[in-house]
């Protein structure tokens, strides 16, 4: 009978105690909350991308924006508006593929430049933008400003200088309470 009560007492302090520390991810910290795109960027669309790196530049000829990610990384959470932009502008014309880092099979390095792990050096996120004929025109480590990615997409797509006016100045649209 001590026993019982005993094993009662236990779970009753496991159960008071995991219901009263709930755990929550959030935008600035590297815990895992989900799908960023969804929940960060507004967008889940991204995700799963609908070509691949190989289709993209074979099938299609197309450039393709390479986005490494992890869904546990304040940075790649930060990064998720951005892309949504990048989608809204030249999403018809460049395939965005979004590859999440832990689906990548680093231990069988490839030398197939149709892959995407061959282009990936390590770091979330990274962006690489490849033009359709497999030049890699772009590759940055972090978050890169909609600017600084825009012209080498616009010059990939063989596209005018963008004319900054006030009314075509791009800001990347906040959509929900953690991007106000």
Do not use: H
């Not at 009753?12 to 929940?39: E, Q």
């Not at 149709?114 to 996120?125: C, I, K, L």
């Not at 933008?129 to 972090?142: A, K, N, T």
């Not at 963008?162 to 953690?178: A, F, L, W, Y």
């Amino acid at each position: 009978m001590k026993r019982v009560w005993l094993c009662l007492v236990l779970i009753l302090i496991v159960g008071v105690l995991g219901f009263s520390n709930p755990v929550y991810a959030g935008l600035r910290d590297d815990r895992y909350d989900g799908n960023i795109f969804a929940l960060y960027g507004g967008n889940g669309s991204l995700i799963p991308p609908r070509v691949t790196l190989a289709q993209s530049l074979n099938d299609l000829n197309r450039p393709a924006l390479l986005v490494f990610y992890v869904d546990d990384s304040s940075d790649c959470k930060l990064y998720t508006p951005l892309l949504n932009q990048i989608q809204a502008f030249y999403g018809k014309t460049v395939s965005i593929i979004p590859v999440i880092v832990d689906s990548l099979k680093l231990d069988q390095p490839t030398t197939d430049p149709t892959q995407e792990a061959f282009y990936y050096r390590g770091f979330v996120p990274q962006t690489v933008l490849i033009s359709s004929d497999r030049q890699v025109v772009f590759d940055q480590e972090g978050k890169p400003n909609f600017e600084d990615l825009e012209i080498p997409i616009r010059k990939t797509l063989n596209l005018p200088p963008k004319v900054t006016t006030p009314q075509r100045d791009v800001k990347v649209k906040q959509i929900n309470e953690v991007n106000p």
